[in-house]
């Protein structure tokens, strides 16, 4: 299919700035419908700044789709956005808005990637099973998203939540830090994980610590420091791993070895437990998006025995556990949605 600057309305440089990778893409949007027509991939750490891998994909996109040169840019990075600038945690540079629309010459922004993440979810097709996997209540039954709140979370390296709503006729979506909330607890056992991670970070632990990809890899050192006896030869085998090798491999192992099993149960629980605390504050009648590669790879692990879903509509009051029972609950498959969702927000924010 050929592309030509009169098959687009607009086309837009999206990019999600990671830790470790930087991944780019020229978006072009026709109408409601965004299309992917060139992505390019970068090592961050490698980079000396977001300028080099920028110039190097415009040179791309310029002969490979020439005349599809991007009129707006939108970038996404992890961290607050303060006077449009991302310094960002995990990688040697930062993001400033103003430094690239200089450089380059097309007007540029920059959100937090779950703000990117969030204006994606506005473009899936909920009915899509290739988009989203939705998660049945426990009596079979779907409930139906209506025009309230979007909640989006998120368990990849770290423990992402944003937020969606409608402002009259307005949409708009939020960053937030809600993956630092207290770390939610439901039985003894995991009322000792939560004092064991105290002891490590000497302070009581958030979500996070529990609830992403080092979550696992905590979860699993912790239930391995309480075995009567010696370790199986896989469950060894995580521990010899570099330490960001471990919830790859834990996930993996799961099918075969117990402690892994127990690893992804108490993980899976925990992410319910987290995503009830922030849909009680943020009531998602419009859906809570599962979002991150870690559902998205184990859906068994949230789908079987109602494991996510019973333990998300567990609460002590009766009325909230009617209020979760209401949630529509979808795991995101798609995994460029932040570049779409980069792409969404460019346009809107225009």
Same mark, same amino acid.
């Given at each position: ?6 098959? &687009?309305?607009t086309i837009v440089l999206a990019g999600d700035v990671g830790g470790t990778n930087t ?25 000396? #700044?977001? %300028?080099?891998? *920028? *110039? ?9 789709? =020439?005349?599809?040169? =991007? ?14 600038? $991302?310094?960002?945690?995990? %990688?040697?540079?930062? $993001? ?10 097309? =007007? ?12 994606? !979810? ?19 039954? &779907? ?19 944003? &937020? !969606?709503v409608k402002i009259k006729d307005r949409i708009e979506a939020f960053p937030s830090e809600?993956?630092?909330?207290t770390l939610p607890v439901y039985n003894e056992e995991c009322r000792n994980f939560q ?5 490590? &970070? ?16 905590? $979860? ?5 420091? +309480? ?22 491999? $834990? %996930? ?15 993980? !899976?629980?925990?992410?319910? +437990? ?5 849909? %009680? ?6 859906? *809570? /998006? ?16 109602? +494991?996510?879903? #019973?333990? /998300? ?24 949605? #932040? ?12």
């Amino acid at each position: 299919m050929s592309h030509t600057r009169t098959s &687009y309305d607009t086309i837009v440089l999206a990019g999600d700035v990671g830790g470790t990778n930087t991944n780019l893409a020229l978006i072009g949007k026709k109408g409601g419908d965004f299309t992917l027509l060139l992505d390019r991939h970068y090592k961050t750490q490698e980079e000396l #700044s977001l %300028a080099e891998p *920028l *110039l190097r994909f415009l040179k791309d996109a310029d002969r490979e789709k =020439p005349g599809l040169a =991007p009129e707006l840019c939108c970038l996404s990075g992890a961290g607050p956005v303060v006077d449009e600038k $991302i310094e960002l945690t995990n %990688a040697p540079w930062g $993001i400033a808005a103003t430094g690239i629309a200089s450089e380059f010459g097309f =007007p540029t922004r920059v959100i937090n990637d779950f703000t990117a993440v969030s204006y994606g !979810v506005l473009l899936l097709d909920q009915n899509d099973p290739d988009e989203v996997t939705r998660i049945p209540r426990n009596d079979g039954r &779907y409930p139906k998203p209506d025009q309230g709140p979007k909640l989006i979370v998120g368990a990849g390296t770290g423990l992402g939540v944003g &937020y !969606v709503v409608k402002i009259k006729d307005r949409i708009e979506a939020f960053p937030s830090e809600g993956g630092h909330i207290t770390l939610p607890v439901y039985n003894e056992e995991c009322r000792n994980f939560q004092r064991w991670l105290e002891f490590r &970070y000497d302070f009581p632990p958030g979500a996070e610590a529990g609830v992403s990809g080092q979550g696992i890899a905590n $979860i699993f050192l912790f239930q391995a420091e +309480r075995e009567s006896g010696p370790l199986s030869e896989l469950a060894q085998s995580v521990i010899d791993l570099p330490e960001a090798d471990r919830p790859a491999r $834990i %996930a993996a192992c799961a099918r075969k070895d117990p402690l892994c099993a127990r690893t992804m149960d108490m993980f !899976v629980k925990l992410y319910a +437990r987290v995503a009830a605390d922030l849909s %009680a504050t943020l009531l998602p009648s419009g859906g *809570l /998006f599962l979002a991150g590669g870690i559902a998205s790879k184990n859906e068994a692990f949230f789908l079987e025995d109602d +494991r996510f879903r #019973s333990m /998300f509509e567990r609460s002590y009051r009766e009325h909230i556990k009617a209020i979760l029972a209401r949630v529509p609950v979808m795991i995101v498959k798609d995994y460029s949605i #932040s570049l779409y969702g980069a792409a969404n927000a460019a346009v809107v924010l225009a």
